[in-house]
């Protein structure tokens, strides 16, 4: 089928060390020390996840970063959207990217998302104890941020909608003056020579709506976005969900399983998002299990490349019918959440394959 509709995935790039997760979670620390530890919960659950040929990568690698970029364009990815940690000021897991921008042989398309959310201790249980901070401020701190994106909005690569960089809010509704702070930012960015700045609200399981309104488009992050729907449509993918309590490590933890297929048909027939003046991007997912990180777990049972192609090629049909210019899907390398992309030793690259066949 041909389809001008681009697939793009999310891109974790928590998979080197630093200072802080030295500090918060040992030293050493990266995504792959809870994927390494994951345990089964149940007959057939599908843990620890391994990638292939052992490639526990480290994103600092400029080889690590190439392979992924050849791997996506192979396979009919057609950029990333990475996730980008500002504090006010304060950056967490930015050397890879910062080092992309000098290896410009990478050819992949990319944007950025700002995961705009406190750290908390969330993964052992303690969701109140805040590690590092969100602060939002004004237009001093807005400006500040904003001189910072420039570097990547300006790179030849960077995804623009119209001459607008596209820059995605993962919590828009966190951000106490969000319309003020994007209206100052398509003020600087067209004095950089840019349209604006095309902001992309996340409607996923903290928000259900935009909020802001000078943003350019709305985003189904998935499967939250389908989970956390209002109304009728939530209460029938609860309804779907099967509750178990498990005991690891001292603690008694709940976890719930549902079936993938389920939730992806939910997907697909979801309502488009229709507001006005603002594109719709919509969202699917590879797979979900957050038991590597989580105590209260979702773990999405049934899932196979086939159902996956079958769902995708559904969801590019769709996007085409209602002329939405982009999917994003989760994920390129969630290994954490069992939502990836990326080869490993039980399916090796047949999720890879199911993209390039669904296009």
């Known amino acids: 089928m041909t389809n001008q509709t681009k697939i793009i995935a999310f891109h974790l790039p928590q998979f080197h060390s630093f200072p802080e997760n030295d500090e918060w979670w040992g030293n050493g620390f990266t995504e792959w020390t809870n994927v390494r530890k994951a345990k089964p919960l ?13 490639n526990y990568y480290n994103m600092l690698d400029y080889k690590t970063r190439k392979w992924q970029a050849e791997l996506a364009k192979k396979y009919g990815i057609d950029g990333f959207c990475y996730y980008h940690y500002w504090f006010n000021g304060k950056l967490l897991m930015e050397k890879p990217l910062e080092a992309l921008l000098l ?86 960015c067209k004095e950089q020579g840019f349209s604006g ?30 989970e956390k729907q209002k109304g009728r449509f939530r209460w029938q993918i609860d309804k779907l969900k099967s509750w178990m309590h498990t005991k690891t490590k001292g603690y008694t933890s709940g976890v719930y399983t549902i079936d993938f297929e389920s939730v992806w048909k939910r997907i697909i027939n979801m309502p488009v998002p229709g507001y ?70 039980t399916n090796k690259y047949a999720y890879l394959e199911a993209v390039i066949k669904s296009k």
């Open 103 to 188: 290896e410009k042989d990478i050819d992949i398309s990319f944007c950025l998302c700002w995961a705009n959310e406190p750290w908390t201790r969330a993964w052992d249980g303690k969701a109140s104890a805040v590690l590092m901070p969100q602060h939002y401020g004004d237009e001093p701190e807005w400006e500040k941020h904003l001189n910072y994106l420039m570097q990547f909005f300006k790179d030849e690569r960077y995804i623009k909608i119209d001459n607008a960089p596209m820059y995605i809010l993962y919590r828009s509704n966190s951000i106490p003056r969000c319309n003020e702070m994007v209206k100052y930012w398509e003020k600087l």
């Open 276 to 345: 006005a003046g603002k594109k719709a991007y919509l969202g699917g997912f590879v797979g979900w299990d957050n038991s590597p990180r989580k105590r209260k777990a979702g773990i999405f049972t049934g899932n196979t490349p086939e159902i996956f192609r079958k769902y995708l090629t559904l969801l590019l049909k769709k996007a085409k019918a209602n002329d939405s210019e982009y999917i994003f899907l989760n994920a390129w390398n969630e290994w954490g959440e069992g939502a990836y992309l990326e080869p490993d030793t």
């Open 42 to 54: 149940f007959a057939g659950h599908n843990q620890p996840r391994i990638p292939l040929n052992d």
């Open 197 to 226: 700045i095309h902001i992309v609200e996340e409607l996923n399981g903290f928000q259900n709506e935009p909020v802001c309104n000078d943003s350019k488009a709305v985003l189904e992050f998935q499967p939250t976005c389908a």
